[in-house]
């Protein structure tokens, strides 16, 4: 089964499907208005915004760039020197004006990634999509991701963006543009190492051509400043940017969200080294080859399945020590899930994914002291009920995946 993933399909499917259009225009009205009560009320830091800003800026003026707080305490700039050269352009104006221009292009990214979503889902199963499957499904995953897009706008995080590029990269994989996808990753790469969750899988499926494209772009990464900083600066910030990145990262074991940090804190009472890191590794990597493996035997199709690239990345921040905020990246999971969830004859087990995603809405959605209390933020926060929630929503797109691995038309069009 083949999708069809051209740019003029998707204008095409664009143009046939009003509600899209309709979605479009009152989500960035909301947009505009969530922009304009931000100013209103001095919530207008852009904190994490501020630190890209700042360390462009410190770069192009030759100061320094990392090991320095940018905006709030906590503001280190801990990516790559070249993940530095898309905010260039921005610091050439007024911060005020850099932010409001960062915040709707983030703002039509998210826009852009979720109606994107459906338009995947229906190239799949397209015997299957209707109207009130949409709307429905873009309703509930938007609010079940409430908390992570406020959060992704107010701050001004680039994580929305790289989800975009690694939806690209996907896309480019199952066309057979290696070369496409390599230099999408590679560009991820160079601003979160914590992708490098995706190469296994690409291993995998053989594609070779796209890991020697993504190796060659990270190489030209780590070198295309040096004709305009020196070649000895240069290295001296890579340097910087190891360090920037070893400061960040926490012993796991400890990382409360984490599937480790969860074992060692409500199985062993905190008891555990890192040795329980690279078994808990071990497991999960059996786990998800035994699934890839089963899928695989099941479709006989070798090729690349959004659904197993999106359980991988929704795994990221079940793995790596890091903020909150990247456990938007379960949002593909949570919009296929929720699509399959209304469909009310073809979900068997129904009731038990449901229970899953209901369970996980809470810490998911829910992360606001001011709608559950400080109290109940902290565990969600700190006590590993995000984490929860994430692994809940895992364990749905799994059951679900496992079901229909032939996609939907081989359901659909069963009597």
């Known amino acids: 089964m083949q999708m069809n993933l051209t740019w003029i399909e998707l204008k095409k499917w664009l143009g046939d499907n009003r509600l ?43 100061d320094q760039v990392y090991h320095v707080a940018f905006g709030v305490s906590s503001g280190f700039y801990k990516y790559s020197p070249a993940a530095t050269i898309p905010f260039l352009p921005l610091t050439f104006l007024p911060f005020a004006w850099a932010a409001a221009v960062y915040f709707f292009l983030i703002a039509a990214a998210i826009i852009s990634f979720f109606l994107y979503c459906v338009f995947l889902l229906s190239q799949v199963w397209p015997a299957a999509m209707d109207k009130k499957v949409v709307i429905f499904t873009l309703i509930t995953a938007i609010v079940f991701g ?66 020697i494209c993504l190796a060659l772009t990270m190489a030209l990464g780590l070198f295309v400043l040096s004709p305009f900083i020196g070649w000895t600066q240069n290295w001296y910030l890579q340097g910087e940017w190891l360090k920037a990145m070893g400061a960040h990262n926490a012993r796991l074991e400890l990382s409360a969200n984490t599937i480790y940090g969860l074992i060692n804190v409500y199985v062993f009472n905190s008891k555990c080294n890192s040795t329980l890191v690279w078994l808990t590794l071990a497991v999960v990597g059996a786990i998800y080859a035994g699934w890839l493996f ?6 006989k199709i070798k090729g690349i399945d959004w659904i197993e690239w999106s359980a991988l990345l929704a795994l990221i921040p079940s793995l790596t020590h890091t903020d909150t905020e990247h456990f938007m990246f379960s949002l593909p999971c949570v919009i296929y899930v929720c699509y399959m969830l209304f469909q009310k004859k073809v979900v068997r087990y129904r009731y038990v994914v449901l229970a899953l995603m209901i369970l996980a809405f809470f810490p998911y959605c829910l992360n606001s002291p001011d709608i559950v209390g400080r109290k109940m933020r902290h565990f969600f926060d700190e006590a590993g009920g995000l984490g929860l929630a994430n692994l809940m929503i895992i364990t749905a797109t799994i059951i679900v995946k496992m079901q229909h691995p032939k996609g939907w038309r081989e359901i659909a069009a069963k009597p």
């Open 20 to 62: 899209m259009r309709r979605f479009f225009i009152p989500a960035f009205i909301l947009c505009i208005g969530f922009f304009v009560l931000e100013q209103i009320n001095m919530r207008n830091e852009f904190a994490d915004f501020r630190v890209y800003y700042d360390a462009a800026k410190a770069l192009r003026q030759g």
């Open 146 to 211: 409430a908390d992570h897009i406020e959060r992704e706008l107010h701050l001004g995080n680039v994580n929305m963006l790289l989800m975009c590029i690694a939806t690209l990269a996907f896309v480019a994989l199952y066309r057979k543009s290696d070369l496409i996808a390599g230099v999408c990753l590679g560009l991820i790469l160079l601003f979160k190492p914590h992708f490098l969750i995706l190469l296994p899988y690409l291993l995998f499926k053989g594609k070779w051509r796209a890991l």
């Open 294 to 299: 089963y899928l695989n035997h099941s479709t």
